[in-house]
């Protein structure tokens, strides 16, 4: 992502707030694993979208129209020896001339600058909740203002989230963003015609999931989330991610794994027998999420409502269901008394962007928000019957099916960022173990 596309995010967000106001951001905090190990460094989704900085210990503050500079970035000084132990860092000058700060200050200096900015503020753009410890500072910086305020000392009036104004800026993505995102598509394509082509009865669930590392890793990506990789009863768990079973022949297999790549993730899931071949009750609620999936696409168009894709696969699923016999009455009360839950029992997508399930309102007050181009979310129905299923013969039990494609909402439709991963039962026959031993 080039410094113009963060410079533009930063006037948006400024433009937005107005004048008299100050945003304070700070980074995501680093996250101890044991003892001294840490967790993976990964910036706070926000944070990166205004600034590209990938760096902790860092605060970024905007004051839209300040004459001395409206763009104040606080980081971690260089130090020839951390740097030896813990890798480079930015350092202040360079904030400056590579991240496109108007200034930019030790990151201790954030105790001395921030309670002189918000004195000249009337309104605080400031997240609570997010970083508890980060809130009584800046607490603490308000509170010392109202104990000088007899002095004459200015306090701002106006406490406001941020997230308000960041995350409707997040839900439009940008060329760059759509690009990054296809690419962050692409990756994760690759890496379930991979995992398709090794699987093989025998072979363990977490032998699937090295194939997704590997190809992520092969690319700069990484996992967006816990891969999902669960054979047999583990299709039916939602959030499976033990990943540690022996996939055997007849076994039904389910795999959501998608990618991050340069900050974007991907999100898919795709459900294939093990062996090669759906055996018919496999196959007869194969094709019952593959009619509501393609439903549910039909409807991501604009002008449609958010939930329009989640009723038309509802509608699909219970009609589906009712067809081979999983369900019984009318369609109409069928759906009105909510008893493909019983099978369905998740949404038909979310967002997606920087984070998986991505930020946006999914309501206006209200209202089902309005699809709009440039929004991006995943449509992922899907039919899970785990083993011990009440009132369901036992032929059906084991079979868990999601198909989860990402999808940008376009001027006349919609682009299927994953469209190049087939979802036809047929072509996933023949793609399955195409190149096991
Ligand atoms: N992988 C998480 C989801 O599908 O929402
Ligand atoms: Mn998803
Ligand atoms: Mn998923």
Known sequence: MNTEEFLRRRRQL????GKGAIAILPAAQPRLRSRDILYPYRQDSDFYYLTGFAEPDAVVVLVPGRPEGEYLLFCRERDREKETWDGTRVGPENAVTHYGADAAYPIGAVEEWLPKLVGRCDRVFYTMGAQPDFDQRVISWVSRLRTHSRAGVHTPDEFISLDHFLHDLRLY???EEIGTMRRSARIAVQAHRRAMSMCRPGLFEYQIEAEFIHEFRTHGAQP????IVGSGPNSCILHYHENNRRMEDGDLLLVDAGCEFDYYASDVTRTYPVNGRFTPE???IYEVVLDAHEAALAAVVPGNSWSEPHEAAVRAVTKGLKRIGLLEGAVASLIRTRAYQKFFMHRTGHWLGMDVHDVGDYKI????RILEPGMALTVEPGVYIPPGSRGVPKRWWNIGVRIEDDVLVTRDGSDVLTRD????PDVLEAMIGASAQ
């Open 14 to 17: 400024m433009r937005m707030m």
């Open 173 to 175: 993505k940008s060329r």
């Open 224 to 227: 967006s989330y816990l891969p």
């Open 282 to 284: 496999q196959r007869a």
């Open 365 to 368: 007050a209200d209202q089902w």
């Open 421 to 424: 991963l087939p979802r036809d």
